[in-house]
């Protein structure tokens, strides 16, 4: 399941590709969203948002195509007119005179307006984005020792979108390693400084990974290409301390860590 980082670096392709150009196609699969095709011919792609899992792609008539990938939705960048061998089964075509962009396989796709997107159950649920760059260490901080927060074991608060929007299973342990907390801990339960590290590293470990398009080379200097700590490395010695990492299971997903440094 990809995470916040990768979500986000396929939207930017999607942008690259499509971003201020007239479009001149406009296609959708869903009868109730096919009304909609006129009014966005000759329209542009203003901005397509990441809100965690979701993708909002804005248009210049203040419409905005809200998609939720799930499990097996795929968008791809294509020449305009061509169509990819494949046995997905498509439900956008956004065209433009060089270039289209095509979602397959998703069944989550609405077209909203100012009022509906205000209003959207999902984007009402979800908590900020961790690739949203106006978010700082504080306000996650401030977010950890909320009401609704302050008592959750980390296991599963890092995995809840509704704490912050991007997070999931690798990140989650990359996370905890980097801020040397296991995840029975609570927030109310930390000390200060470990508090203040736990928000740095809950924004850092995905914005390094976003930033480094998920690049992993042994080779590459530390700190250089982002690459896993304990992520897939059990049995493995931890790089900063030494001792073996551990797998486990974890809210019925893998956790990897490390039983020397992880206190």
Request: hydrophobic share 40%; net charge positive; proline share 5%.
């Amino acid at each position: 399941m990809p995470e916040g980082p990768e979500i986000r670096r396929a939207a930017d392709k999607l942008e690259r590709a499509i971003l201020g150009k007239k479009l001149t196609d406009v296609w959708f699969a869903f009868p109730q969203l096919k009304t909609y095709e006129p009014a966005l011919l000759g329209e542009q792609v203003t901005a397509i948002e990441t809100r965690g899992k979701a993708l909002l792609t804005h248009f210049s008539n203040g419409l905005t195509l809200y998609s939720h990938n799930q499990l097996y939705g795929v968008w791809r960048v294509v020449n305009t007119g061509a169509e990819p061998a494949t046995k997905r089964v498509l439900r956008v075509r956004l065209a433009s005179e060089d270039q289209a962009i095509l979602l397959y396989s998703a069944s989550d796709i609405e077209l909203l307006n100012s009022e509906t997107l205000a209003t959207h159950p999902f984007l009402q649920r979800v908590g900020p984005d961790v690739l949203d760059m106006t978010l700082t260490p504080e306000q996650v901080a401030e977010r950890l020792l909320s009401a609704r927060f302050r008592r959750r074991q980390f296991s599963g608060l890092l995995l809840d979108q509704a704490f912050l929007a991007g997070l999931g299973n690798y990140l989650r342990a990359e996370i905890l390693w980097q801020a040397q907390l296991l995840p029975q801990h609570k927030a109310q339960d930390l000390a200060p400084e470990q508090l203040a590290a736990f928000a740095e590293a809950l924004l850092a470990i995905p914005r390094h990974s976003y930033q480094m398009r998920g690049t992993m080379d042994e080779n590459v200097h530390h700190g250089a290409a982002f690459r896993f700590e304990v992520f897939h490395r059990n049995g493995k010695p931890c790089e900063r301390c030494g001792t073996t990492i551990e797998k486990s299971t974890l809210s019925s997903r893998p956790f990897y860590w490390c039983p020397g440094c992880q206190r």
